[in-house]
């Protein structure tokens, strides 16, 4: 399998997994119980991953109400693999209803939240923690004096961010404390991150984790349009856990395209779909789930092949997102009105940056 190929986080020397194991299910409280995994359930995934040279593990403060984390701190302490594993996790959501310093991303609650972190996950250091979701209204310039703080004091090694709009991942990137990592929604279902994140991304140094690259289990197939009035409520595709949305045309059109890939490369539609998103560009790592190690183990073995220029061509037709507003001004049609008619402009000839490292 390909987890044992590691690669540099952003503009970083961390080392981590194409795939990282998502560890949202790890337990059974909270509003993640529908579909959260036993304590035994949890440490068949974690040994799972890690016996196949998985080191990047992702989980958050409310992950099952904290028992997400009190799992991972037990399985990496009892398996001694605490400097092996990336150990990142996550703070914004409130932890305690009613009190308004209990939740946010001020330094009141960065700083709580680290530590009750580090408690349940038995560290003394996390590798990587993240701002969950912007919250609108913390200044940027406090968020990013406690991720400085918290680095000096030794409570973490790296800083980034998920969920949050590119310009303000921009402007974080700007000041002193540069971030690491980016965690965003993305899949072939859900591609809106191309529109500013990405290049933003590549341009500023900050990696790519991608979550929910299957868009909530929408892309295995295993739903159909005509079955999917009889999903419950606590389904992945419409429970609390995923952002609320309704499947377009356009959508279920791709499910057809998605199969006939799958189908001519022998492999399953999971993992075309996760490939594609592990393999784009900017894209550091995808954060995968599972629930039973048989489904991890297919998973995982979603890099052990290459997608055809030509098949990729076609999942990218089917998947592509119309440009909307200003950024139609930025297609390679209207881009063709800024230049006499017939002269080709590029930013750098083909070959000018060849890769670093050669895996061959």
């Known amino acids: 399998m390909a987890l044992d190929n590691y690669y540099l986080l952003g503009r970083s020397g961390l080392r981590v997994s194409r795939l990282a194991l998502g560890t949202m299910n790890f337990g059974t409280g909270g509003f993640h119980a529908p579909y959260g995994r036993t304590a035994d359930q949890a440490g068949a995934l974690f040994h799972t991953y890690v016996d196949a040279g998985g080191n990047f593990i992702d ?33 914004t959501n409130s932890v305690d209803p009613g009190n308004p310093n209990a939740g946010g991303n001020g330094r009141k609650h960065m700083i709580r939240a680290v530590e009750d972190s580090l408690r349940r996950l038995q560290t003394d250091y996390l590798d990587l923690f993240l701002l969950h979701t912007w919250d609108r209204v913390t200044p940027i310039d406090e968020v990013l004096r406690t991720f400085d703080d918290l680095t000096r004091a030794g409570k973490i090694r790296y800083a980034g961010l998920s969920d949050v709009p590119a310009w303000y991942a921009a402007r974080a990137q700007n000041d002193a404390v540069p971030m690491v990592s980016l965690q965003l929604p993305y899949s072939l279902a859900e591609r809106t991150i191309e529109t500013e994140h990405v290049a933003m991304a590549q341009t500023l140094g900050l990696g790519i984790t991608a979550w929910s690259p299957l868009a909530g289990g929408f892309l295995t197939g295993k739903y159909r349009r ?5 999903v419950s409520g606590e389904g992945r595709l419409t429970g609390e856990s995923a952002p609320s949305r309704s499947w377009s045309d356009r959508h279920w059109d791709l499910l057809k395209t998605l199969e006939t890939v799958a189908d001519k490369l022998g492999v399953t539609m999971a993992q075309v779909a996760v490939n594609w998103v592990a393999t784009q560009p900017g894209v550091a790592s995808a954060i995968v789930g ?47 009105w800024l230049v006499s008619a017939g002269t080709k402009v590029a930013d750098k000839p083909a070959g000018y940056q060849p890769p670093v490292v050669n895996w061959s």
Do not use: C, H, N, W
């Open 59 to 91: 989980t958050a403060d409310f992950y099952t109400a904290g028992e997400s984390e009190q799992l991972l701190g037990k399985l990496i302490t009892e398996s001694a693999l605490r400097d092996r594993i990336v150990l990142t996790s996550k703070f």
């Open 290 to 336: 599972a629930s039973s190690p048989e489904q991890l183990t297919s998973t995982m073995a979603a890099l052990d092949f290459d997608i055809p220029a030509e098949l990729r061509a076609d999942l990218d037709a089917a998947s592509a997102v119309p440009a909307e507003s200003v950024y139609r001004m930025f297609t390679p049609e209207y881009q063709g």
């Open 226 to 230: 005509d079955e999917l009035e009889g």
